[in-house]
């Protein structure tokens, strides 16, 4: 594959776009990738419809995109964003389907925060260039995991996953649209494709009513985490704060959600409670 124009010292320099809602994540990784002589980061976006944008505008040789994100989420942007550049899924969402659905609308890769060292997060933004996958554990587990329980499979996963040839678009569901021509349509694909829901299929909501739950930021934030399964001490090194202080916070939230469980509170605010659609009781 051709990289991007910029060169350092007569090195073809790899441009990486970076799409996360985390401004910690995204200054992070920023600062980690463009260290490296033949890495630069060329933008940044906080959700998929700027990623879809800044793309368009700066024409990455690799996007590092999140899967839950407000407005567009990652899992939805994915097929669009593939037309454009490779791209390798950087999250803290392990679950099996995700992972699935990530490989089947093209990504490249998948990496779950927390298992990867920055060595080897470079050299996987190298390799997707060359057409190479890479997996960490809890991604590989889930793919395995999910294959197992479909042994027909299902459509076969792209040729040259990642690669800009990888005709993502033609597995997705046949209820999803195609994809739309323009950024403007772009940020209309959270009506029929979901928010931070991950895509749901069916008659599953794709964005919970949450308002009357009157979580704060804060508490939204760590319950988006306890619906991915982190437990306290991932999601203290998540959000920077001491595990007491997420303990603090997930007691006010099942007070709130009038939930005594992790599991009953993950219900509730992804809208599967079968009692309580919008979530309370």
């Known amino acids: 594959m051709t990289t991007g124009n910029d060169k350092r010292g007569g090195r073809q320099v790899l441009r990486i776009l970076v799409a996360d809602d985390n401004p910690v ?8 990738l463009s260290s490296h002589p033949d890495i630069t980061v060329v933008a940044e976006a906080t959700d ?12 990455p040789d690799v996007i590092l995109l999140d899967v839950r994100m407000p407005g567009v989420d990652g899992i939805s942007a994915l097929p669009h964003l593939v037309r454009i550049a490779p791209v390798v899924m950087l999250t803290y969402s392990g679950e099996s389907d995700i992972v699935e659905e990530a490989l089947r609308r093209g990504a490249g890769g998948y990496l779950v925060h927390g298992e990867f060292t920055a060595d080897e997060l470079t050299t996987a933004v190298r390799d997707i260039t ?42 997705i569901l046949p209820s999803i649209p195609s994809p739309p ?42 319950m988006d985490h306890i619906a991915t399964g982190l437990n306290n001490q991932q999601i203290a090194a998540a959000c920077f704060i001491s595990e007491k202080t997420v303990k603090n916070h997930i007691n006010r939230i099942f007070a709130k959600l009038h939930s005594t469980s992790r599991a009953e509170a ?16």
């Open 25 to 32: 994540v995204r200054a992070g990784l920023t600062a980690l």
């Open 48 to 59: 998929g419809r700027e990623a879809y944008e800044a793309a368009h505008r700066h024409h």
């Open 130 to 171: 060359r057409g190479r996958a890479h997996f960490t554990p809890t991604a590989a587990d889930a793919l395995l995991t999910q294959l197992r329980r479909s042994p027909s499979g299902g459509p076969p996963l792209p040729e040259g996953l990642g690669s800009k040839n990888a005709i993502a678009h033609e597995l």
């Open 181 to 222: 021509t323009s950024p403007e349509n772009l940020s209309q694909m959270q009506l029929g494709m979901g928010q931070s829901s991950y895509g749901w299929r069916g008659d599953r909501p794709t964005t919970p009513d949450r308002t009357p739950f009157h979580l704060s930021t804060r508490e939204a934030e760590i």
């Open 266 to 281: 993950a219900a509730k605010w992804l809208g599967t409670a079968p009692s309580s659609p919008r979530g309370l009781s």
